[in-house]
């Protein structure tokens, strides 16, 4: 059965007018380290034309080594976000990787996402949907813009009017390397039909070049990639926070520090706001 909020609590997610913000830790981790992020971004919020909505992963199923930390699981995590909700006020998103995850995961979340990796399973992009919930469809780093019409187009057959966004995390280039094109939000908008989101921290990722295989990161470039893809269009923005993003147990090397995250986030409003005058 579809899990739909009901028609008076509806609140935009994913504006295609007003810049918006999706932002968090990696995975979930203590309360005291999630609450602290969420205080922090729900202080901000007021800042972000188009709102601010905490993110933060109950599992990581694809990490590279089979003992690293994956994250509370399901019951642990939804129980977690929650608790963020009823604290700060914060909608709330987190992936889901399997269909059975959807309906669950949408009683908590008030949008689902679905992993880049996973952005052409069929069965999990209409179980997404069904749910009713705002879904964000990540873009594989393998795909052209406009490849992305079908995942969009399965989520929305499934959903009917609810909110899809599309999400450009880079493109692999070589090996352990990822570029961001920046005709890709003006192409994705126009092949989906929907808002674009750029995510600044993963598309620095670097697969396979950290520790024992893990993926490490540039995160000296997020503030010139994010800057650059408000500039050329983007209409969210995605973007992985933590205290000690050195000490998080999972892509660290990609996160930008919670510190740095008022001045950016600054620049990229004053942006947003002057491209569209």
């Not at 399901?74 to 998103?93: Q, Y």
């Not at 893990?214 to 893809?229: Q, W, Y």
């Amino acid at each position: 059965m579809a899990v739909v909020a009901p028609a008076a609590a509806r609140i935009e997610l994913f504006p295609a007018d007003r810049l918006f913000l999706i932002a968090g830790p990696c995975v979930l981790e203590s309360d005291d380290l999630n609450l602290r992020v969420a205080e922090k971004l729900a202080r901000l919020a007021e800042r972000i034309p188009g709102g601010v909505v905490f993110k933060a992963s109950f599992d990581k199923a694809n990490r590279s080594n089979v003992d690293a930390a994956r994250g509370p699981g399901l019951d642990e995590g939804l129980s977690a976000l929650m608790k963020i909700k009823r604290e700060t006020g914060l909608r709330v998103l987190t992936d889901v990787h399997l269909p059975e995850q959807c309906a669950p995961v949408a009683e908590v979340a008030d949008a689902l996402q679905i992993p880049a990796f996973l952005c052409r399973q069929t069965d999990l992009l209409m179980a997404a949907g069904r749910t009713g919930r705002p879904v964000n469809v990540k873009k594989g780093q393998w795909m052209q813009p406009e490849a992305m019409s079908g995942a969009v187009a399965k989520v929305r057959s499934a959903q009917g009017t609810g909110e899809v966004a599309v999400t450009e995390r880079g493109t692999f280039f070589g090996y352990g390397d990822l570029v961001v094109d920046m005709r890709s939000f003006v192409r994705l908008r126009s092949a989906c039909k929907a808002p674009v989101i750029f995510d600044a921290t993963h598309s620095v990722q670097r697969p396979g070049q950290g520790a024992r295989g893990s993926s490490g990161g540039a995160r000296e470039f997020i503030p010139v990639l994010t800057r650059a893809a408000v500039s050329a269009g983007a209409d969210g923005l995605f973007l992985e926070t933590h205290p000690d993003p050195d000490a998080a147990p999972s892509d660290g090397p990609n996160m930008i520090p919670l510190t740095q995250l008022d001045h950016l986030l600054a620049q990229s409003v004053d942006l947003w706001t002057r491209a569209r005058v």
